[in-house]
């Protein structure tokens, strides 16, 4: 079994940051990515960040130049550094990891619970 566990969620004004972290744990063989991704109500989960074991990383347009990813490979923990945040950030932010538990299994991906974030004043 894999777990994602997610941390960093809470309540922040316009203008401010947070830190969301995201451990991965278990049966994990290889992990080939990470990332987050958010749904707000009434809305689809959409994409906010991801980055591959390579060091490749992808942004939605929304967040660019605002939010960071990094990953901890030796930790299996990934970071999502938001800052100048605005009340459109305001969602449930799910980790996300495409992850290999055994050499001979196609990989999976992986959620976390979800943690809440919302900018308001």
């Known amino acids: 079994q894999v777990q994602l566990v997610e941390s960093g969620g809470g309540l922040v004004q316009p203008g401010g940051s947070l830190r969301l972290s995201c451990a991965a744990s278990?049966?994990?063989?290889?992990?080939?990515?990470m990332g987050w991704y958010r749904q707000a109500p009434g809305k689809e989960r959409e994409l906010v960040a991801t980055?591959?074991?390579?060091?490749?990383?992808n942004y939605a347009d929304s967040v660019k130049g605002r939010f960071t990813i990094s990953w901890d490979n030796a930790k299996n923990t990934v970071y999502l550094q938001m800052n100048s945040l605005k009340p459109g950030d305001t969602a449930v932010y799910y980790c996300?990891?495409?992850?290999?538990?055994?050499?001979?299994?196609?990989?999976?991906?992986?959620w976390g619970q979800g943690t809440q974030v919302t900018v308001s004043s």
């Open positions: 996300n990891a495409y992850l290999y538990t055994d050499y001979a299994q196609p990989g999976s991906d992986y």
């Open positions: 278990g049966s994990i063989f290889a992990n080939i990515a």
């Open positions: 980055i591959n074991r390579g060091g490749a990383i």
